[in-house]
Every structure is written in C-alpha cells, then in structure tokens.
C-alpha cells in the first residue's frame, strides 16, 4: 500500500524558515518524480514544485521560487520542501503527491497533508 | 506561466442531473488536463488525466473532453457522493497549474 506521511509543519512567524518532509513507502520511491501542492484554508489547491525522480529535473510555481528548494533523499525515501522567507500567504496545508505509475506525471497519491501557518 | 480559467466557481445540482465544467487554458495544453474530486477534510482524488481518460475504479457518469485551450468534465446523473470540489490541473507545461475549483452543491 502506497504511503505518503508529511511531517515539519507548525506556526513559524513572518521570514522565518521551515522544513516539511514526505516519507514515502509501498513503492520504488527513487523512479517516481514527486510534488508539493498546498491548499489554504477554504481556497483552491496550488501546485507549489515538483522534482524528477533523480533530482535531475526541478520546477517551481513563481509564487514561491527562490525561496523555497525542493529536495529529496532517495536512500530514505524521503522528499523535502525548505521554505524560506515565509510570508502569511504561504499558511496552507501541505501535501506531497505522487504519480501512480513510472510513465505517468499526473498527481496520484497523496499524503495527508500537513499545515503551515505562518504568523507574528 | 500557463492560466487555467474554471467556471462556474459554484454549481447547483439535483439528483440525477448532468452538470458541466469548463476549464480554458491560455494557451493550447494539448490535452494534458486532469480532473480531481476533492471532499471537506480529504486529500484530492484523481477522477480523468490526458482529458478523458477515466481512471481506474472511476464510475462512467464522469467523463472529460476538449482539445486545444478549452476543456470540460461532466458529471451525468449526478448522485449524492459527488458533492465535492472539483478542480482541473494543466500538466502541458511547468510548472503546473490548477484551476480555482468549482464547488458542486445540492439543490
């Protein structure tokens, strides 16, 4: 069974840093390019960034680039998202996402999220 | 960065009706839309990718078409299980971008 467990959320105040973390279980996680998608509260889901299954390959949504880094460690099965800077608009809820198979990209799996909340 | 136009934002719906949303793109996306069902308190669900095609387990009453920039997801017969938030995803190019969601209600 696929298993996508956040973790590293909570309260952090204005230009403070945070880092979440995805530990993936149940399939090859190092063949699978992964994503980070937020949602906050009572609005719209937002795809945040995305990395290639060897880190080869990583892209960010504008609203977020150069203060957030996508990251992962294929030994630990783990994917990462340092965020940096942060702004009251980066409190959401955070979700790791996955492909269901090697040759599709489209989000499959997700975790269940864990919450930012960014405040003084 | 490519934009994805949903509407409506919200939707009034009976049972056993057909209901229908679109997504226009800002640029030709090729087909590459997904559709997601969203519950309150849950994770989203993949419903259709590449435009119509249904993913496994998904019931036939929900089906997806377009071409080009404009697309749209149907649901017909609506039944109680789906009221929920759907949400469209252009995965043409990066980054990724969602539509604003359309929240399907009871009528």
């Known amino acids: 069974e696929v298993q996508l467990v956040e973790s590293g959320g909570g309260l952090v105040q204005p230009g403070r840093s945070l880092k979440l973390s995805c530990v993936a279980s149940g399939f090859t996680f190092s063949n699978y390019g992964m994503n980070w998608i937020r949602q906050a509260p009572g609005k719209g889901l937002e795809w945040v960034a995305y990395?290639?299954?060897?880190?080869?390959?990583?892209y960010y949504a504008e609203t977020v680039k150069g203060r957030f880094t996508i990251s992962r460690d294929n030994a630990k099965n783990t994917l990462y998202l340092q965020m940096t800077s942060l702004r009251s608009e980066d409190t959401a809820l955070y979700y790791c996402a996955s492909p269901q198979f090697i040759t599709t990209v489209v989000p499959y799996y997700w975790g269940q999220g864990v919450m930012v909340t960014v405040s003084s | 960065d490519i934009q994805m136009t949903q509407s409506p934002p919200s939707l009034s719906a009976s049972l056993g009706d057909k209901v229908t949303i679109t997504c226009q793109a800002s640029?030709?996306?090729?087909?590459?839309i997904a559709w997601y069902q969203q519950k309150p308190g849950k994770a989203p669900g993949l419903l259709i990718h590449y435009t119509s095609t249904l993913v496994s387990g998904i019931p036939s009453r929900f089906s997806g078409s377009g071409s080009g920039r404009d697309y749209s997801f149907s649901i017909s017969n609506v039944e109680s299980e789906d009221i929920a938030s759907y949400y469209c995803?252009?995965?043409?190019?990066?980054?990724?971008?969602f539509g604003g969601g359309t929240k399907l209600e009871l009528k």
């Open positions: 990395i290639s299954s060897g880190s080869s390959y990583i």
């Open positions: 995803l252009q995965y043409d190019n990066s980054p990724r971008t």
């Open positions: 640029q030709n996306i090729n087909k590459y």
